[in-house]
């Protein structure tokens, strides 16, 4: 019978990502990811990094470069106990500048190349699999390939696909929530999926040979840079400015606030515990008090500008303090 997989993407999903990551040293595992990976593997799935290395193409970093940097990421992984299966990257992109790696190729998300050739090699049930990460490429190209998807949100995550794209089966805040959510589903294998729609774009059979140049050998290079495609992409439906009357404005700011509340408590909940977190957390929730005081306020007949002022004035500074806690406990 054919194994079941966890695809996973590997920036902003396992590792930190700085930017073009190029050198071993940069390795940063996401807090919780290793226990997260050692959950899943107990759960019996095979564990494969896909990801876009178009730093490869553009010269920034050598495939040797980025063999090391996997072979640190699996070291990092292997001291607290998890272990990958395999790694694949994609080195190619149309706006390179080594020549042997500026094409199109359907390995390179949203293209599911890289998770077909898996499929094909490792004997993996792509309709038993997930595919994980934190861009809708990663959903489109899982999706594509006929696995289940997760996006991992952060704050800076688009609320929507563009058109065309695919919608997540289920959201994370981060890798420890996405176990939660595949251990779920698969207690209840009729659990419902969650806003799916389909990509209008039918998956293509991939045209490289996969294996070789696709996933990782010793001779790698370094990269980061995953994007979202841009060619085809339609304009994301947002309401004109016309369309949206006052009314629908703070219901949607609302919405939106409380959305980020919802995130910042999964956050919370699935995150590692923290002190400076958690008085970020407090002091978020008091800011989203004086807001809603100020909107409150304003929207009052009588309105008191100078107490809306002050209301906002205690925002602003709260919210730095939050910032400057944030930020304290990403440098630790
Ligand atoms: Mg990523």
Redo the contacts with the bound molecule.
């Keep these: 019978m054919p194994d079941r997989a966890v695809f996973l993407?590997?920036?902003?999903?396992l590792i930190e990502?700085p930017g073009y990551l190029n050198d071993p040293s940069q390795v940063r595992l996401l807090d919780g990811v290793p226990e997260a990976l050692a959950e899943l593997k107990a759960l019996g799935y095979k564990l494969i990094v896909v990801?876009?290395q178009s730093a490869v193409a553009r010269g920034i970093v050598t495939e040797k470069v980025l063999g090391k940097i996997h072979e640190r990421l699996e070291q990092l992984l292997s001291e607290r106990g998890a272990f990958l299966d395999r790694i694949y990257y994609c080195p190619y992109h149309t706006d390179g500048v080594i020549p042997k790696y500026t094409r199109d190729s359907d390995l390179r998300k949203p293209n599911p190349g890289m998770l077909l050739a898996a499929a094909e090699q490792m004997d993996i049930d792509l309709s038993r699999s997930w595919c994980v990460?934190?861009?809708y490429?990663?959903v489109e190209a899982g999706s594509r390939a006929g696995c289940k998807t997760i996006l991992?949100t952060h704050s800076s995550t688009p609320g929507r696909p563009q058109a065309g794209q695919a919608s997540p089966d289920y959201t994370a805040v981060n890798l420890k929530e996405a176990v939660n959510i595949v251990k779920r589903h698969g207690r209840s294998p009729r659990a419902e999926s969650v806003q799916t729609q389909s990509p209008d774009v039918s998956p293509d059979e991939p045209n490289a040979p996969p294996g070789k140049d696709n996933y990782q050998e010793p001779e790698g290079v370094s990269g980061?840079a995953?994007q979202l495609p841009s060619s085809g992409a339609a304009e994301p439906q947002t309401p004109t400015q016309e369309d949206v009357v006052p009314g629908d404005r703070t219901e949607q700011l609302l919405g939106g606030i409380l959305e980020e509340l919802r995130r910042m408590r999964r956050a919370d909940m699935f995150g590692e515990f923290s002190v400076l977190r958690l008085m970020a957390g407090i002091i978020q929730i008091v800011v989203l008090f004086c807001l809603l005081a100020t909107v409150w306020v304003l929207m009052n007949p009588d309105r008191q500008v100078n107490s809306a002022m002050i209301g906002l004035g205690f925002a602003v500074v709260l919210q730095l303090m939050a910032l400057t806690f944030y930020m304290m406990e990403g440098r630790r």
């Design positions: 993407d590997r920036d902003d999903t990502d990801s876009n990460g934190n861009g490429c990663d991992i980061v995953e």
